[in-house]
T-cell receptor, first 114, second 116 residues
Framework: AQSVSQHNHHVILSEAASLELGCNYSYGGTVNLFWYVQYPGQHLQLLLKYFSGDPLVKGIKGFEAEFIKSKFSFNLRKPSVQWSDTAEYFCAVNAQNYGQNFVFGPGTRLSVLP | GAGVSQSPSNKVTEKGKDVELRCDPISGHTALYWYRQSLGQGLEFLIYFQGNSAPDKSGLPSDRFSAERTGGSVSTLTIQRTQQEDSAVYLC??????????????FGPGTRLTVT
């Protein structure tokens, strides 16, 4: 069965610090990869996605993620966080042989201190 | 345009009662998903509808849980004989048809269910 792990439960950073949130998945086949974000009091929304091609993908608000197939990883990065990035971040995987089923990680809560 | 809507936003029920949760997807979206999010947990897949195909029910945790989607649009998730462990936020998402966009999910605000 597929699974997704996110290494950090809660990350606390000061503004302007760099961010990297880890995501690893267990599935040996072709995957589609996603990061979703949930700001306080708001819906989950898509941050960025990877289907194929360049393993470095850019999303909204200056976020990017790198797919490293050999490591089964899809880590999320941002060079300089802002207070408004305070949110919960979820990694999700869709294995292409599983149709449109998605497996989500447990989430990482990011707190950015002003 | 309008996003995914869910009702009620909050539901408190007594153990043993049945509850119905409603989801209105974005117009034109053919795929509809139900997830459960328990406190401190990620999203647990429950069920997935795609057009007129038979739903994927592989995530339903027990036979107390069922869902239907009428006319390819509105969906209702029903939990019978609720238990305290059913307390969670139930999220609905929909996806448009065709191409890579069909993998992009648009989430509703969720229904917070509390079983007392």
């Amino acid at each position: 069965a597929q699974s997704v792990s996110q290494h950090n439960h809660h990350v606390i950073l000061s503004e302007a610090a760099s961010l990297e949130l880890g995501c690893n998945y267990s599935y040996g086949g072709t995957v589609n990869l996603f990061w979703y974000v949930q700001y306080p009091g708001q819906h989950l929304q898509l941050l960025l996605k990877y289907f194929s091609g360049d393993p470095l993908v850019k999303g909204i608000k200056g976020f990017e993620a790198e797919f490293i197939k050999s490591k089964f990883s899809f880590n999320l990065r941002k060079p300089s966080v802002q207070w408004s990035d305070t949110a919960e971040y979820f990694c999700a995987v869709n294995a292409q042989n599983y149709g449109q089923n998605f497996v989500f990680g447990p989430g990482t809560r990011l707190s950015v201190l002003p | 345009g309008a996003g995914v809507s869910q009702s009620p936003s909050n539901k408190v029920t007594e153990k043993g009662k049945d509850v119905e949760l409603r989801c209105d997807p974005i117009s034109g979206h053919t795929a509809l998903y139900w997830y459960r999010q328990s406190l401190g947990q990620g999203l647990e897949f429950l069920i997935y509808f795609q057009g007129n195909s038979a739903p994927d029910k592989s995530g339903l945790p027990s036979d107390r849980f069922s869902a239907e989607r009428t006319g390819g649009s509105v969906s209702t998730l029903t939990i019978q004989r609720t238990q305290q462990e059913d307390s969670a936020v139930y999220l609905c998402a929909s996806s448009p048809p065709g191409g890579a966009s069909r993998y992009e999910q648009y989430f509703g605000p969720g229904t917070r269910l509390t079983v007392t």
